[in-house]
């Protein structure tokens, strides 16, 4: 069985990957990390992944990005791979998650759904038109635009050469469409999981293709699957 310590345990996602590991034969959550612990686990919880002492094949983080440097740290150190799903990194954490990668097995993807994941590829074939995403999720977000939005436009940036920009508000100034910009909108309310909408807009027509979570389950189920992949791989980055 393979051993993992959850990153975040005590967070949404956190207890939905321990609930679903409850259930799945093939993996089991040994070790947690949170710095809340008001929630009792069947697991020890450490407040810092750099004081767990509990041996594991691999790491499942849902943190938040002020917890990823020491989670980089630690995995290199223990040479334990890491399915890295906390967003909202920096350009330099990125610079450590690719430098990292060199040294252990790392898998990053914005988005741990496999619906998101077909999607991307989609994308990529359908791209061109005037391109717009437009995202939504729950009033307790704390990024924007989000992860998942950003990773939809790199998957049609990069099938179209890199020749895009991306544009958050057009509020600021007055002026016509650039052909070459994607449009990415953040809307924030309720208790919305995840939706994403990409359009298409030509000459009187428009293409539409759209992605709603209707549960935190989906992302829960896409990284226990990756762990179970990654969990003795050799250095490198993967995804899904």
């Given at each position: 069985m393979i051993?993992?310590?959850m990153?975040g345990?005590?967070g ?6 321990s609930?679903i590991?409850k259930?799945?034969?093939?993996i089991e959550?040994?070790?947690?990390v ?9 697991y020890p919880?450490f407040?810092?992944?750099?004081v767990?002492d509990?041996k594991?094949?691999?790491?499942i983080d849902f ?6 440097d ?8 223990k ?9 909202g990194?920096?350009e ?7 430098a ?16 998101i ?13 005037d391109?717009?995403?437009?995202e939504k ?7 924007a635009?989000?992860g998942?939005?950003l ?12 020749v895009y920009?991306y ?5 600021s100034?007055r ?18 999981v995840?939706?994403?909408?990409v359009?298409?807009a030509?000459?009187d ?6 992605h709603?979570?209707?549960s935190k ?5 896409g990284a ?7 969990a003795?791989?050799p250095?490198g980055r993967?995804?899904?």
């Amino acid at each position: 069985m393979i051993k993992a310590i959850m990153n975040g345990c005590n967070g949404k996602m956190g207890q939905v990957i321990s609930a679903i590991c409850k259930e799945d034969p093939q993996i089991e959550i040994v070790a947690g990390v949170d710095l809340y612990d008001g929630i009792k686990n069947d697991y020890p919880v450490f407040p810092n992944i750099s004081v767990c002492d509990v041996k594991a094949d691999v790491i499942i983080d849902f943190s938040n990005a002020k917890a990823v440097d020491d989670l980089l740290v630690y995995s290199v150190d223990k040479k334990i791979p890491v399915v890295l799903c906390t967003t909202g990194l920096s350009e330099e954490q990125m610079e450590q998650v690719k430098a990292a990668s060199g040294q252990v097995a790392v898998l990053k993807s914005a988005n741990m759904s496999l619906g998101i994941n077909l999607l991307m590829q989609l994308l990529a074939q359908a791209a061109g038109f005037d391109m717009e995403i437009v995202e939504k999720h729950h009033n307790q977000k704390l990024d924007a635009p989000s992860g998942t939005a950003l990773a939809l436009a790199d998957s049609m940036n990069d099938a179209l050469g890199h020749v895009y920009e991306y544009k958050y508000d057009r509020s600021s100034e007055r002026k016509k469409r650039d052909p070459h910009e994607i449009g990415i909108s953040a809307v924030r309310g309720g208790s919305i999981v995840g939706e994403h909408e990409v359009i298409f807009a030509g000459l009187d027509e428009v293409i539409e293709f759209k992605h709603t979570a209707y549960s935190k389950a989906i992302f829960g189920k896409g990284a226990i699957e990756a762990a179970k992949y990654l969990a003795g791989k050799p250095a490198g980055r993967y995804d899904l």
